[in-house]
């Protein structure tokens, strides 16, 4: 009597999962020259060739990890913009969106570093970065401002002040060492640990002035 066929494992998709997960690390702490793709098939124990396979370069592998590990976050965040039609909720949802994006970048440093360390670099990745997941998610963000200072949410600001005070803080939230030069990573996470997304998005919207009555 012959067995029943159930499905087999695809061991070359928890291979290929696996070297995304490692090369989205890479990417995230080394500059794209200095990421070997001969450590990451050794690492996750498959062979060069394997590797041309499934992926062909080592842009490729960059394109890959940054749509695969990055574009479900920005849609979610991008998702939540659309919403801000309702001009009843305007407000709230923007700030909401606003600390969602401080929440990730606690949740998730990493994809914020490897967004950012690209950025800083003159390349055709830095542009991709820029025209498929920043300009879109920027220009719903000077709309959802727009309407709000026409609703009288909030006081008239120039788009590039609010881009600073939110790409600033971003950048400060996943790199903490920063602002105190000498921490090692420990005490980097206890730092960043202690800021709250939404005490900051209050002190972006309402200054740090006491209440007066």
């Known amino acids: 009597m012959s067995k029943a066929r159930g499905r ?17 690390q890479e990417f995230s702490e080394h500059d794209f020259k200095n990421v070997s793709i001969r450590k990451l098939a050794a ?15 080592k842009q490729k592998l960059w394109y890959e990890v940054v749509d695969t590990l990055i574009e479900r976050e920005f849609k979610s965040l991008i998702a939540q913009y659309k919403q801000l039609s309702m001009p009843t909720e305007s407000f709230d949802l923007l700030r909401e969106n606003i600390a969602e ?3 990730l970048a606690k949740l998730r440093p990493a994809m914020f570093r490897l967004f950012f360390r690209e950025l800083n670099s003159d390349s055709e990745r830095a542009d991709y ?3 498929k997941y920043l300009h879109p998610y920027l220009l719903l963000f000077d709309a959802a401002i727009e309407l709000c200072i026409k609703r009288g949410d909030i006081k008239p600001l120039n788009p590039l002040t609010l881009h600073t005070l939110l790409l600033g803080s971003i950048n400060i939230l996943i790199n903490p060492g920063l602002l105190k030069p000498g921490l090692n990573f420990a005490d980097e996470q ?11 998005v209050d002190t972006i ?3 740090a002035t006491s209440a007066r009555t």
């Not at 695809?10 to 490692?22: A, C, H, N, S, Y």
């Not at 206890?190 to 900051?200: C, G, I, K, P, T």
């Open 8 to 24: 087999p494992l695809d061991k070359d998709r928890i291979k290929r999962d696996k070297l995304l997960e490692l090369a989205f």
């Open 43 to 57: 690492d996750v124990g498959v062979s060069d060739s394997l590797f041309i396979h499934h992926f062909g370069s």
């Open 101 to 103: 994006l401080f929440r």
């Open 129 to 131: 970065l820029k025209r």
């Open 190 to 200: 206890q730092d960043l640990d202690s800021v709250v997304a939404e005490e900051l």
């Open 205 to 207: 919207f309402n200054g």
